[in-house]
């Protein structure tokens, strides 16, 4: 079949004909050669490389020795780095610019290349007798000829058409290479991350100047910003997936759910409507649909997915609101405890009501909601002409980890009529095991449900969701369809999740879980529940196990309280004593832990929602604040 003039034939050419393929597959052959000899002595493929590209020059600084190997530049620092480690290279600041190196070889790497390379020339020697010498010459000038054609400037055959302008746009091998070099620095980041300060600087400085200059008018090579956001930007923050992050809730994530981030991010997918995303949005409902089907709401239930615990509630809060009050909020009242977590005081206020309208219940001694108490205050506001609306319960608060009397709550929601919400933010992702399951005895008759898979089903931020028993009521309380969507306009099972929430752009969060489960299973996340949980009741017993440690509440979803208590001391030197433990372990970068209130004590506090953490971790950190004790002159 013939084309028509001035089309372009977009058909491949058969696979045996590829370049790229011909090539890589010719130094596969060529290097299968050579591969023994650099196992023998030790070497990686491009540790030769750099050897053998800096056995032909005196010094050449990172960035030239990187164009020469074809390597990028976070790969090459970490192999130079090794390459100096083991002596066969040296690194020295330029005289003028003590940022900038150079890089040469070392004796001891002088004296590899001598004993290398004659090995190496034998093997060249057999390959021209397999080939030919003569031909190998040609095949050397028509591949320096090939390169050249195709560097940028030189004329090239370019498909016929229009061509797009694009101005932030990269060459497809050098988004390539950037692409491997990011997957490098986070492999390398999620291997070495224990061996790091889980703080660079615990009391913040001003950032360096290099950050805050001018953005350039022409940009920058892009591996210079890479290596800059490293060096400069990722070293110096919270490494929040460090085994020994035990503060307020870790966000501990995972490899697959950070791939997970990149393919959102590359992709881009705004999942508000099903017209043309029925992949994301088909992703979506069914990981919603799996989440309500584990926290035992019936069939039919849904939600979406939010940029965390806060948002969720907000929109439960708001949904509320609507269906309870018609949104007329005057005299309305809603109750939670004082251990509630701020957020639901904070949606309440953005909803538009006022503090006073928000009761906060003394919990028990165990710091769960009191039914009986509810009871009164509801009885109470009935009496004096108020309107009771919504209960707000916690399934693991953030102090301790405390659980609210969940089918209670429910009882008393049905009888009175009243809107039972459950943040759980916290301790959701518990629901996977038997212990968390006990403890949330009754979260199926919730009505909404906030839960944050970036906490226990350990999600990179930002990853929260909201759950309800009838996604009727989502849809009603804020489907708000505007002239220009009527034709993506859909009800039913098609709702669209822009009538469901806050949001009306929105990405794809729901991908970092669904395909961490899909990779590894959704057992592998029940072990690690039970690990991290594990872990506190672990912490919980060494406490117990040694001198002037009191536990102020016990292991609980992970979470669990204490105090380093002296005789002769006061309750307010105690306080001081242990605030000071905890600011002086963050300060060394060993561990980060926080403190809280606790029955109006301050109290350190371990939160040990990780999948990463191990026993020695623990018994190490309790070690080093006993020592911190001692230095402080106050351990016995």
Not at 424 to 440: D, N
């Amino acid at each position: 079949m013939s084309r028509k003039r001035g089309t372009v034939d977009t058909s491949l050419r058969d696979f045996s004909r590829s370049l790229p393929m011909a090539l890589m597959r010719t130094r596969e052959a060529v290097m299968e050669q050579f591969r023994p000899l650099l196992r023998e002595h030790g070497l990686t493929e491009q540790q030769w490389r750099v050897l053998r590209a800096l056995s032909g020059v005196k010094k050449v600084s990172a960035s030239e020795l990187a164009e020469i190997t074809c390597i990028s530049m976070p790969s090459l620092s970490r192999i130079l780095g090794h390459l100096e480690e083991t002596g066969l290279i040296v690194r020295r600041a330029r005289p003028k610019d003590r940022r900038s190196m150079f890089v040469s070889l070392g004796a001891k790497g002088r004296t590899l290349i001598k004993k290398v390379g004659v090995q190496s020339e034998w093997r060249y020697v057999e390959i021209s007798k397999c080939f030919g010498s003569d031909r190998l010459a040609i095949l050397y000038e028509l591949l320096e000829e090939l390169e050249t054609s195709l560097k940028p400037g030189s004329p090239a055959v370019e498909p016929a058409g229009a061509q797009r302008p694009d101005n932030i746009a990269l060459p497809p091998e050098k988004m390539r290479e950037l692409g491997y070099a990011a997957v490098d620095m986070l492999v390398d980041h999620f291997q070495t991350v224990s061996e790091k300060r889980v703080i660079d600087d615990y009391e913040w400085k001003p950032a360096d100047s290099i950050l805050t200059r001018p953005f350039s008018e022409s940009g920058k090579d892009p591996h210079e910003v890479m290596k800059l956001a490293m060096d400069e930007i990722f070293n110096h923050s919270m490494q929040l997936n460090h085994p020994r992050y035990f503060a307020y809730v870790p966000g501990s994530g995972n490899f697959i759910g950070a791939l997970a981030e990149q393919l959102i991010s590359g992709f881009n997918p705004n999942c508000v409507t099903n017209q043309g995303n029925l992949g994301p949005i088909t992703v979506e409902r069914n990981t919603v649909s799996w989440l309500c089907q584990q926290f035992g709401l019936p069939d039919g239930a849904s939600g979406l997915f939010t940029s965390g615990g806060s948002s969720a509630n907000l929109i439960a809060l708001t949904a509320a609101r609507h269906m309870k009050l018609n949104d007329e909020i005057e005299n309305a009242v809603a109750y939670c405890t004082t251990e509630t977590h701020r957020c639901i005081g904070r949606a309440l206020r953005i909803l538009g009501f006022k503090d006073e309208q928000l009761r906060m219940l003394e919990p028990d001694q165990d710091l769960r909601m009191v039914p009986d108490r509810l009871i009164t205050a509801i009885q109470q506001d009935l009496a004096a002409g108020k309107r009771p609306f919504c209960v707000a319960v916690s399934a693991g608060t953030t102090s301790s980890g405390a659980v609210d009397p969940l089918d209670d709550m429910a009882s008393i929601c049905r009888s009175e009529s009243l809107w039972l919400h459950v943040d759980a933010a916290f301790g959701g992702g518990t629901i996977l095991t038997k212990r968390g399951q006990h403890r949330m005895k009754g979260i199926d008759k919730a009505d909404t449900i906030a839960v944050d898979p970036h906490k226990w089903f350990f999600q990179p931020y930002e990853c929260g969701c909201v759950l309800s028993r009838d996604p009727g009521w989502l849809y009603e309380t804020f489907r708000d369809v505007a002239v220009y969507e009527r034709d993506t306009d859909a009800g039913g099972a098609n709702m669209n999740y822009r009538d469901m929430g806050v949001q009306r752009s929105r990405n794809f969060k729901a991908f970092k879980l669904w395909m961490s489960l899909q990779v590894f299973g959704v057992e592998a996340f029940r072990r690690a529940v039970d690990h991290g949980l594990d872990l506190a009741e672990k912490a919980e017993q060494i406490l117990r196990s040694r001198p002037h440690w009191e536990i102020v509440t016990p292991a609980t979803l992970g979470i669990v309280t204490f105090q380093y208590r002296l005789p002769d001391l006061g309750e307010d030197e105690i306080e001081n004593m242990n605030e000071a433990m905890t600011t002086e372990l963050c300060r060394t970068g060993y561990a980060y832990m926080s403190t809280t209130l606790i029955y109006g004590r301050r109290v350190q506090r371990l939160c040990l929602n990780r999948h990463d953490a191990i026993e020695e971790d623990l018994l190490e950190t309790v070690s080093r604040l006993e020592s911190i004790a001692k230095n402080l002159g106050l351990a016995r």
